[in-house]
């Protein structure tokens, strides 16, 4: 069999030099004892950070309109999570790479109907308000056409809407039960109830906060406080933390395409998935460098090696 | 001829290992004597950095998910799972800067290149599980944020970011007991190939 | 010093952070620290010395 050319970049030389003893057990436990050190310094001098979470009830009583404004998008369909697509729900096609439409594809595996999960289901979970009662009876009665015109009427009044002393003030008149169900949801968020008939939807134990924190990021309470604390998409802010401690400076990549055309610009609507195609193919490329002819020949054209190996070159 | 306890499985598996991966390759007491770079010293910091993690993350286990938000003791030991992972990625990524700059792949350690970056992969999934785990207001704007890139591969629809049991037991189970794995492949593969020499130089 | 006092971080880092703005890069002040160590242990990896090899000069 025909011996093959030796290549630089891929094969080593065999090497004949000199061994020299080398610890490599008390090495290891050096890095231990001076990695664990340097924990509890740092751990000591800077603690970390614990932002308590928001809930609906904190939303819904610090900017009720807003919490109202984003309930209503819930139920006349319309809000971010209503038009989501897969893996919520079929109302959009998702993002596609070209003619790929991998989410779509993947199919809706964790079902959300906002109109249900998020304004009627948890509405009909209270007892003993005969008025939300027939509210509720009147609305599900009603065809989709009935419903929509009630919702547009609601939706129109709410701007000029407001909240005070408790209670909610919007001068809708064609809305049909839409006041009353709004007015309670309301009131149930504020009270904390909400925030736990979204959890427990399903039974008493759960581990699942899919619901209120799709609820919540339709609204602009998560969003505001997340631009004020230089953590948005738009500022580069997977990297960050809150507060000033470092955060996933390694996500440095991934975010920066988010910044620049065209993915900022006219490849947007499908910005997460052509995002994510592009870091997979420079992922596969870093994976698979030692296979990549020019690629993988960088190392000792650069020759930053001969700072490495400088001992070795100079007793050779 | 081979008798019946050669063609043990056992036998044969022992046979393999041993001639593999003798005693002195595992632990070898000497080095070639290119080894002399503080370069090489951050694979191993690398991999303290990785039992530290380990360490203190199983004491957040132990008193479950919400204890730190309670027990400034708890808050601690946070605080040392945090800076911990820190130095871990820090460790990491110049550990592959020096590999490449080694061109460390060379003379069929080609694995341990692979095994490399499914490792940095893993921990920036591990790191990524942790956050959105966190119980805060941080995981809650991470998770929202986070679930668009992922839903737009199809992902969303196996691995949801808003579940925090999924997440944590992601974080706990999967990603750690992944880590740890491509850890011993990547490491034992070093001992079996030894350290990549120089380059030739032609003058 | 009691233990809540060694627990509490010396130095508090619960306020908005400051963040560089070079063109579109965006950058926590943080962050930006963590990178610069990095590239000045890597390069320092690099030019010092190795401490520690007896066997290194020929003839020793
Ligand atoms: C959990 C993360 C990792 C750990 C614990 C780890 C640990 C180690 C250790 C202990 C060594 C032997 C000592 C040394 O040469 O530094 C080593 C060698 C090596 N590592 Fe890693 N490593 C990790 C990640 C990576 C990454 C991200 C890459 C590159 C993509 C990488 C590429 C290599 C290569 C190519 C070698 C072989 C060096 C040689 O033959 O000279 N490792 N690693």
Redesign the pocket.
């Known amino acids: 069999m025909a011996k093959k050319a030796f290549n630089p970049d891929v094969d080593a030389p065999v090497y004949k030099g000199k061994y020299a003893p080398y610890d490599i057990i008390k090495e290891g436990t050096i890095a231990v004892v001076v990695v664990a050190l340097l924990t509890v310094v740092l751990a000591v001098l800077f603690s970390s950070p614990d932002e308590k979470a928001v809930t609906i009830k904190t939303w819904s009583n610090a900017t009720p309109m807003d919490f109202v404004a984003t309930a209503m998008t819930e139920l006349d369909g319309t809000s971010g999570t209503a038009t989501y697509g897969p893996p919520y729900n079929n109302a959009a096609t998702g993002q596609q790479v070209g003619p790929l439409t991998l989410a779509k594809w993947m199919g809706i595996n964790v079902n959300v109907n906002t109109a249900n999960d998020f304004v009627v289901a948890p509405l009909s979970t209270l007892a003993d308000q005969p008025a939300l009662t027939t509210a509720l009876t009147t609305f599900a009665g009603a065809s989709s056409a009935q419903r929509a015109s009630w919702e547009a009427d609601y939706s129109k009044a709410l701007g000029t809407g407001t909240f005070s002393g408790g209670t909610l003030q919007v001068s809708a008149t064609n809305a049909g039960p839409v006041p009353v169900m709004m007015s309670a949801l309301t009131a149930m968020a504020r009270s904390g109830a909400l925030d736990q008939a979204l959890v427990t939807a399903k039974g008493f134990y759960t581990t699942d906060y899919t619901k209120p924190l799709l609820f919540m990021a339709d609204g602009s309470f998560l969003a505001n406080k997340a631009q004020a604390q230089h953590l948005s998409g738009d500022q580069w802010g997977m990297m960050n933390e809150t507060g000033s401690y470092p955060g996933q400076a390694w996500l440095w990549l991934y975010t920066m395409w988010y910044q620049v055309p065209p993915f900022s610009t006219s490849w947007g609507a499908n910005a997460d998935a052509l995002v994510w195609a592009f870091m997979m193919i420079l992922t596969l490329l ?1 994976a698979l460098m030692p296979w990549i002819p020019g690629l993988r020949s960088i190392p000792r054209k650069v020759k930053i090696y001969r700072l490495i190996w400088r001992e070795h070159y100079k007793n050779a | 001829m081979s008798t019946e306890i050669d063609r043990q499985w056992t036998t044969r598996l022992r046979k393999t290992v041993v001639e593999k991966l003798p005693p002195d390759k595992l632990l070898p007491d000497t080095q070639p004597a290119y080894v002399a770079s503080w ?6 910091t ?2 303290a950095a ?1 039992a530290i993690v380990i360490l203190t993350g199983c004491v957040l286990a132990m008193k479950g998910p919400l204890w730190w938000h309670l027990s400034g003791t708890g808050h601690f030991v946070n605080s040392l799972h945090l800076w911990s992972v820190e130095i ?1 990625f820090f460790a ?1 990524v110049i ?2 800067w ?3 700059f ?1 061109a ?2 060379r003379g069929g ?1 080609q694995l ?2 692979v ?3 499914v ?2 992969l893993t ?1 920036v999934g591990a790191g990524f599980t942790g956050y959105v785990s966190q119980t805060n207001y941080d995981s809650q704007w991470i998770s929202t944020q986070a679930k668009d890139g992922i839903n737009a591969t199809g992902g969303g629809a196996i691995f949801n970011v808003l579940n925090l049991g999924q997440m944590l037991m992601w974080h706990i189970v999967l990603l750690p007991l992944a ?1 740890v794995a ?2 011993a492949v ?2 034992i593969y ?1 001992r079996i ?4 020499p120089p380059f030739e130089e032609v003058k | 010093m009691g233990l809540t006092g060694l627990l509490g971080a010396v130095f508090n880092l619960d306020h908005v952070g400051k963040y560089i703005h070079w063109g579109f890069i965006q950058l926590s002040v943080s962050n930006a620290i963590v990178i610069g160590l990095m590239i000045v242990t890597f390069i320092s990896a690099l030019f010092l010395p190795f401490p520690g090899r007896r066997n290194r000069k020929e003839g020793k």
């Open positions: 870093l | 370069i090489y010293v951050f694979g191993v690398t991999l990785l871990f990491m550990h592959l020096g590999k490449y080694m460390a792949w350690r341990t290149w095994t490399g970056v490792l940095f921990s880590a491509l850890t990547h490491v070093v190939k030894g350290v990549v």
